[in-house]
């Protein structure tokens, strides 16, 4: 089953771009021989797999290439005129190690932000890339393009925290988002370390995780067995009515803290104003993690 994006996607992108003379308006479809076809610097990708390239240049030697590539005029020489890949490139090196003599493209006219834009957009699209990818990809939308967390997760048919998570994954120690890379680590087991403090505890974590395939829920734990709380963030005790701060409240919310890793802040009843408790959380990812913690633990203290 195919599954169409939420957001505007490619379709959108070619839309409205500039076409070949001659066209009456529309893009130009052409087959071309791969050899004038050049590789584009926009490209996301930098993994390809060679078995899933392999069968792709199987089925293209069998049936050729069903989805043309797109591609826009570069500077021609004496010989032919040559073109710059915006997308399509896995097809491409199918298509040359499957011998074909031509491969159908659809030609349009863009700038290079036009270009960069819809190689990323093309490529996330279709869910070709690996979350660190898929993360720089992000990068440059929001940076060369000046493009919000929310106007890219509606191009792509994400969520605006899908977009905001993969983000902060470069966030993380150079090694740590390698292994995200290599598939060593999978994303959701490397996003509850970016509540971590230390880069050293992040790695030695990361590494934990790998080595024994720890889950995703468990790595959370990970993650909240070793934050680090300082004394600066000490459980604070507010009192609303000016009055000297309570001891033994003090020392629960101190307790508090110690147990959920995370600062506490109590305010104490007066009257009958209702006293407050106040538990910081770090990222969304942390949130559904305490948010699940305190759920289990209101169940298990109901059965009693």
């Not at 990708?45 to 078995?51: I, V």
């Not at 491409?92 to 960069?116: I, K």
């Not at 994303?187 to 395939?213: F, V, W, Y």
Request: proline share 6%.
């Amino acid at each position: 089953m195919i599954r169409k994006p939420l957001g505007r996607g490619l379709d959108a992108l070619i839309e409205g771009a500039g076409n070949r003379p001659g066209t009456g308006g529309g893009p130009a479809l052409l087959m071309i021989a791969p050899d004038r076809i050049v590789a584009s610097p926009f490209q996301p990708r930098r993994y390809f797999d060679a078995e899933k390239l392999e069968e792709l240049t199987n089925a293209i030697r069998v049936q050729g290439i069903i989805e043309p590539l797109i591609v826009r005029p570069i500077a021609s020489d004496f010989e032919a005129e040559r073109y710059e890949l915006i997308a399509g490139e896995r097809r491409l090196r199918a298509a040359r190690a499957a011998g074909l003599a031509a491969v159908p493209v659809v030609v349009h006219e863009v700038d290079d932000h036009r270009a960069l834009e819809m190689s990323l957009v093309e490529n996330l699209v279709r869910e070709d890339l690996n979350a660190v990818e898929e993360a720089r990809a992000f990068v440059r939308l929001s940076r060369e393009f000046n493009m919000s967390h929310e106007e890219i997760a509606a191009r792509i048919g994400k969520s605006r925290p899908y977009v905001t998570n993969t983000m902060r994954l470069l966030e993380l120690p150079i090694p740590v988002v390698e292994m995200i890379a290599s598939g060593n680590l999978a994303p959701g087991q490397a996003r509850p370390l970016l509540s971590m403090r230390s880069a050293d505890e992040q790695m030695t974590a990361a590494a934990r995780i790998a080595e024994g395939k720890v889950t995703a829920r468990a790595a959370e734990q990970i993650a909240v067995d070793n934050r680090p709380v300082s004394r600066k963030s000490v459980s604070r005790i507010v009192d609303a009515g000016g009055a000297r701060p309570d001891a033994n409240l003090g020392a629960l919310a101190e307790t508090i803290q110690k147990a959920l890793k995370r600062k506490v802040r109590l305010t104490p009843r007066h009257g009958k104003t209702p006293g407050r408790i106040e538990l910081e959380y770090y990222d969304d990812d942390d949130l559904t993690g305490l948010s699940r913690m305190l759920v289990v633990a209101g169940t298990a203290f109901n059965r009693e």
